[in-house]
């Protein structure tokens, strides 16, 4: 289906419960995007890269069109699209005209019911890209130390790989497996921004997003671990990232220390301490996870002395920061990270001053002149 005829607006809206869970808003303009999440099918569950590998059959062939099709008449009708992998789910993009919603709705119904998952395709696609990702993630020491953070903090689940790395094998019937354990009804969001909701929902109930099976929400544990260190031997500039890892309860007092030191959402604010040290690039974050967080002080620059000499004043940028005049910034750095898909409400704490005492540490780069963790 690819002309418009049946997308003009006669649509119903009488009231109806939606297959799986739909929130929708309409806006002006005439643009939609549409997001379908899929919980508990990112990186945190099963073996390290599967879910990487899943998000690489995302819109390839299915048993209703190929995807040379789809993509053709993706470009026709001026749409675009995109499948990603985090360590909570899955996301699939897509953002077109509002006229072509049902044709949408029924190309991602098809994704998660009916992909093909062809034998040449894992070889001639999916590993290929997949392997492409993961090449490019690498070539940032940054990232080869935050990966390597949570792997300490977390060990399994959340401490597994974000991307297929290549050293473990997955066959095809193990994706196909964890793909018919992942696309359920009981695990799959939609939301559409630019949408009306009983249309959306409409369509939804209509399309291939009814064959889903029921299903089982998932029910994870996590548990953490500090006072750990890595230290990773590379070429390239030198990263110093430190991290604690934390509970969902404790989002909103990390806020307010990331926000007095240097966060990496406020990037403007000028005044904070982790933007001043001399030739570096430092910043904090808060990484939060649907059972647990991270919160990460990262340092990098291309001379290991001044990442060395920065890193050597974190614990005192840290534990000196002024939470009570932080709160208002960290209530906007709240708001600037809140999306429509993800919305988040937060009480910020100011209280507790934070002592930087058990952490976990990496080092990535030039490590013989970075500190150790017990330097600090």
Known sequence: ???????????????????????????SGNLTNLTVVVNNAGAKVGKSGIAHL????????????????????????????????????????????????????????????????????????????????????????????????????????????????????????????????????????????????????????????????????????????????????????SAVLVGIPIKPTEFGKFEVLSSAIGSSVLSSDISAPLFNLPGVDASSTVLKYQDAGLFVITIKGASSADVSAAVKQVKKIVESADLKSATKKAELSIALQSTFEAPLSLKVDATTPIKLVEFNYVAVGEVDALPYADEL
């Open 1 to 27: 289906m690819l002309s418009r005829a049946a997308t003009r607006r006669a649509y119903s809206t009488a009231a109806a419960q939606a297959v799986v869970k739909t929130t929708a808003k309409d806006t």
């Open 54 to 237: 899943l998000s690489k059959f995302n819109f390839l062939n299915t048993g209703a069109k190929s995807a040379l099709r789809f993509t053709r008449e993706s470009e026709l009708l001026g749409a675009q699209f995109s499948s990603n992998v985090t360590r909570d789910a899955l996301v699939l993009n897509t953002s077109f005209l509002k006229a072509d919603l049902p044709y949408f709705v029924e190309a991602l119904g098809n994704v998660l019911v009916n992909t093909s998952f062809r034998p040449h395709e894992l070889v001639e696609n999916v590993y290929p890209t997949a392997k492409a990702d993961y090449e490019t993630a690498i070539k940032s020491n940054s990232y080869v130390g935050l990966e390597e953070l949570h792997e300490l903090s977390f060990r399994k689940g959340l401490g597994n790989g974000l991307l297929y790395d290549g050293s473990n094998k997955i066959t095809l019937d193990e994706i196909k497996q964890f793909a018919q354990q992942a696309y359920t009804k009981s695990n799959v969001s939609v939301f559409g921004a630019g949408a009306v909701e009983e249309d959306l929902v409409k369509f939804i109930n209509e399309s291939p997003f009814a064959e889903l099976p029921t299903g089982e929400t998932i029910k994870s544990s996590v548990s953490i671990f500090k006072g750990k260190e890595s230290r990773i031997k590379t070429y390239g500039e």
